[in-house]
């Protein structure tokens, strides 16, 4: 892929705007559409062009990612009124990078490939820190040869991206990474909680861990967070909540996972907006 491919980007949250400017920075034309219009300015300023509608800019570009909430927002995407599949286009390769359910991908898998296009499940891990340096995770379901061309792009983003089969694997093999965040999220905030019974300092606790075989650059940005009393959302408590339902309704069953799912879904309403981490509150108010 050239550096003339043009790119399309919709969403730009927390994770797409950062995705996108790099992309930008590396030399690519970008076109960037967002439901909410005023999220497009930061873009804009950089460069990129603002699209009216999905259709518009489909049919302006070459490879078109999306980053956004869930099922329900990518249902839109692709087929409401001014949505991706009423371009008057073919032959585009379509990346969905935001976590959802593998039955959502097969069904705009399905859609994608009547109109001659190529549609990857891509989602990522890593937050906002590794989107804005170029080290995410990518894991990649669809077509080899999508992937092949996905490659380059792929680049900018992410540190490693795996092609792992069929449509829908890049998001099973997600929603088995965020069962395994949302047991350390409750892990961490469980021992640190433990510890504060017990009259011990979390900044003591948190050096001992950073320092032992237990660390990891999760625990510890989360115990810093913790430090900090800082619950802005990088990774919203409400997108793990919905990680983890879409993760119980593909069969996940498990003993912890049972426990995680109730906990975060019970946290949801109150502490929704804020990061993850702040399943800690949810756990001190019970
Ligand atoms: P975010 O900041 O909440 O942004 C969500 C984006 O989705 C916004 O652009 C929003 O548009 C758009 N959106 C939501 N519903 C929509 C709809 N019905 N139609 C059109 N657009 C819609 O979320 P984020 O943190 O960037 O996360 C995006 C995806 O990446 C999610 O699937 C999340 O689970 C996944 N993820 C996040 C992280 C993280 O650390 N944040 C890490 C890995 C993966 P508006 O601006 O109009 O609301």
């Keep these: ?164 089969g069929p449509t829908g694997n890049g998001n099973l093999a997600k929603l088995a990474m965020n069962t395994l965040l949302g047991f350390q999220a409750q892990g961490l905030a469980e021992a640190l909680l433990f510890a504060q019974q017990h009259q011990l300092k979390t900044d003591d606790l948190m050096e001992l861990i950073n320092n032992s075989a237990l660390s990891s650059v999760f625990i510890k940005l989360k115990g810093e967070a913790v430090q900090a009393d800082n619950y802005a959302a990088a990774f919203a408590l409400k997108l793990l909540a919905k990680d983890l339902r879409l993760a119980q309704a593909e069969g996940l069953a498990t003993p912890l996972a049972e426990t995680v799912v109730q906990t975060f879904q019970q946290a949801e309403p109150a502490l929704g907006d804020e990061d993850v981490i702040a399943i800690l509150k949810h756990l001190k108010r019970r």
């Design 1 to 164: 892929m050239s550096a003339l491919t043009t790119i399309g980007w919709i969403g730009l949250g927390n994770m797409g705007t950062p995705m996108s400017q790099r992309l930008l920075s590396a030399g690519y034309p970008v076109f960037v559409y967002n439901r909410s219009p005023e999220k497009t300015t930061a873009l804009r300023d950089l460069g990129a062009t603002v699209a009216t509608s999905p259709a518009a800019l489909l049919a302006e570009t070459d490879v078109v990612f999306l980053m956004v909430s869930d099922d329900q927002a990518v249902r839109e995407l692709f087929t409401g009124s001014e949505g991706l599949l009423q371009a008057r286009a073919t032959g585009k390769l379509l990346i969905n990078m935001s976590t959802v359910s593998p039955g959502v991908s097969r069904e705009v898998a399905a859609l994608c490939q009547a109109q001659g296009h190529t549609y990857l499940d891509a989602p990522v891990s890593g937050s906002v820190k590794q989107a804005e340096s170029g080290q995410l995770v990518i894991m990649v379901g669809g077509e080899e040869s999508g992937f092949t061309q996905a490659q380059p792009l792929f680049q900018h983003l992410g540190k490693l991206a795996r092609h792992l």
